[in-house]
């Protein structure tokens, strides 16, 4: 078996392990982030569920942490005492991102991993099969219950040579992003091997895994090996350790190989991910503005390297270059070995160890600026500004341009960076609060700003409305739910943030859904690439949304549709999708029972303006049920009954 199939087949509960067909498996850690975290505990406490049934869930702050108003102080509130109360573990504000911090201090070689952040697939950098998810999945996973997806194809990544002349391994994963696209690994497991893997540290690791979330991939995953004990014994949790590796001669889905020596410095250049281009080919762009941190590139590692880069210069009086080291635990050691006051004396914005600029919580760039940044996502309007233009390039490119001025190729600056693990990190987990113990009551404590969350009602025979909206291919989930420093508040106020969704790609959308009280909205391929946000779902139940019709979906977002009781509709043929307009009238007829058969045909017919098309519709027996209930929630309380 090759290690993804042995990690599954270490926790399938249902199902065969036959690429696109339904598994359902056991969840032994979860993590959640306070900006999905809110809604997945207010989903958690309605499943009536008393402790955790995981072997360890721990709930992060470090998204929303502005606190310019009550609401993101309050929603940390909620978090620590509805998440001690019910046996999970608490990284307190200010203790660091939830990847950086979970791969440092709880990941496992062998275990699952389900977080409620598309970018739980970090911790593949350690063996974990860790998978990001919708709120809803993960509470159902901290309940005990089964995580269903369809299994996976085993893309093989074959690496070889070693990384030189300053390429990282962020360029590894932006030169992988080049070749595949921000759909290439969509329903796959990118497994890596090859004598390239033992030349790559573990936050190297983990840089590369946590970016396969922008190729679409359902988790990346590396073998856990010698350069792993080192990390776990520098981390002091040599007994969490254990070595795992593909068998040899296995077999694999799809192969790919790449020579690590050909690596070259690279940037994401506006507005996707993919749009890769070596920078030597677009060296000297003036930059106005360098943020470094973020879940990709934020190791002690990374942070290091920078201060050694910056060390006795001075920002150019151009930039403005921010920093946010990962973890507490990063921070520290930086402060402790003098590497902090480098980055400061060289003119660095030391910002706390969170998201930061990263989901727009600050930092918001200049009218038409160049903001470089090592960071995952380059959406446009993400930094908080529309006109700006983000790359995403590495710690080593982003701290050079810092003091140039302008857009540097390392490769050809002459100057050295060693990427280093230290033989001991210095362990603080006294930011981390342990569960309450179990009888002991815990007061739960909800501020004015966490509001219900609406739930969708059972599918009704017949389901009609009009089209709202037709949008282009890769809508991101920053579109459909935006997020920032101005709406991030609101990610326990559905009602609030319903008024927002859309808008960045039609501006009067929520209006039109209102109007018409709800409809359909009508999108290209890979709609809902992104963030595992299920505000994207909910805000769309709480405008009425019935159904969803796209070239193609992004697998985290289509299951967050269907937890909420929307239909995910595939377009079968493109003239229908060209057909359609706004106001298109749609209409299903017999539409609980065409659901209930669509488990086996994978098919539906839909009415478009009085005409059929048939359009794909590719859900389990389990998906059917909570479509015709109106979502998970609902699907629960019946079979509850
Ligand atoms: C992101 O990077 O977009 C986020 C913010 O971490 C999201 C979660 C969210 O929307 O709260 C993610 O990637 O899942
Ligand atoms: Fe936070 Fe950015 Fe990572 Fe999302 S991608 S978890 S916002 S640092």
Request: glycine fraction near 10%.
């Amino acid at each position: 078996m090759n290690l993804t199939e042995k990690l599954i087949a270490a926790h399938l509960l249902e199902g065969e392990m036959k690429a696109g067909s339904p598994i359902a498996i056991r969840i032994d850690q979860t993590l959640t982030q306070d900006s999905t975290g809110t809604m997945a505990y207010l989903q958690f406490e309605a499943m009536g569920i008393d402790r955790v049934r995981t072997q360890k869930s721990v709930a992060y702050i470090d998204h929303n942490m502005l606190q310019t108003g009550f609401e993101n102080a309050d929603d940390h509130k909620y978090i620590q005492t509805v998440a001690t109360a019910h046996g999970i573990w608490v990284s307190r504000p200010g203790n660091g991102i939830c990847h950086q911090v979970h791969l440092e201090r709880f990941s496992k070689p062998g275990q699952t991993l389900l977080g409620s952040d598309s970018h739980t697939p970090t911790c593949g950098a350690v063996g974990m099969l860790a998978i990001g998810a919708g709120g809803l999945d993960v509470a159902v996973a901290m309940g005990g219950g089964a995580y269903h997806i369809n299994m996976p194809k085993v893309c093989k990544i074959f690496l070889t040579g070693r990384l030189s002349g300053m390429a990282s391994a962020k360029d590894v994963i932006l030169t992988i992003l080049k070749m595949l696209s921000v759909k290439g690994g969509v329903g796959k497991v990118m497994e890596y091997a090859g004598p390239g893997v033992a030349t790559l540290t573990v936050p190297e690791r983990a840089t590369i895994t946590n970016m396969g979330a922008e190729l679409g991939a359902t988790t990346s995953v590396f073998p856990s090996d010698a350069v792993t004990e080192q990390f776990f014994r520098a981390q002091n949790r040599l007994a969490d350790y254990r070595p795992l590796a593909a068998d040899d001669g296995c077999a694999y889905d799809e192969e790919i190989t790449l020579n690590l020596s050909d690596v070259v410095p690279m940037a994401a250049m506006p507005h996707s991910p993919d749009n890769v281009r070596a920078i030597r080919e677009i060296a000297g762009i003036k930059v106005d503005q360098v943020c470094i941190g973020s879940c990709t590139n934020s190791s002690f590692a990374d942070m290091m390297k920078v201060a050694s880069l910056l060390d006795g210069k001075t920002v150019a009086e151009n930039v403005s270059l921010t920093i946010s080291p990962g973890s507490r635990q990063v921070l520290n050691m930086l402060a402790a070995n003098g590497a902090l006051a480098k980055m400061i004396a060289a003119g660095a914005r030391i910002l706390e160890s969170a998201c930061g600029p990263c989901i727009g919580m600050g930092q918001s760039p200049a009218t038409n600026a160049v903001s470089l940044r090592t960071f995952n996502r380059n959406f446009c309007g993400r930094s908080g500004t529309v006109s700006a233009n983000v790359y995403l390039v590495s710690p080593e490119t982003a701290a050079l341009s810092a003091i140039a001025g302008v857009l540097v190729d390392p490769s050809a600056s002459g100057e050295q960076a060693a990427s280093l693990v230290p033989e001991t990190f210095t362990v603080l987990d006294n930011m981390i609060l342990p569960p309450a113990p179990e009888g002991e009551t815990v007061e739960v404590v909800r501020g004015p700003n966490i509001k219900p969350f609406p739930v969708n009602t059972p599918m009704p025979e017949k389901i009609s409305g009009k089209v709202l909206t037709v949008l282009e291919d890769n809508i991101t989930t920053d579109h459909i739910m935006p997020s920032g420093a101005k709406l991030l508040p609101y990610r326990s106020n559905v009602p609030y943030l319903a008024d927002f969704c859309l808008t960045p790609s039609d501006p009067d959308f929520p209006q039109k859904a209102k109007a018409a009280g709800g409809g359909f909205i009508v999108a290209g391929s890979n709609y809902g690439q992104g963030s595992s946000r299920e505000h994207a779902a909910l805000a769309p139940v709480q405008l009425g949304i019935k159904g969803v019709l796209a070239k193609s979906f992004a697998r985290i977002h289509a299951a967050n549709l269907v937890n909420n009781g929307i239909l995910t509709l595939t377009f079968l043929h493109a003239e229908d999708f060209d057909a359609l307009r706004q106001d298109s009238e749609i209409c299903i007829p017999n539409a609980r029972a065409q659901v209930a058969a669509a488990v086996d045909t994978g098919k539906i017919t839909v009415f478009a303006d009085g005409k059929p098309m048939e359009m794909a519709l590719s859900i389990d027996s389990r998906q059917a049920n909570m479509l015709l209930a109106g979502g998970l929630i609902n699907y629960t309380k019946e079979a509850q009954a």
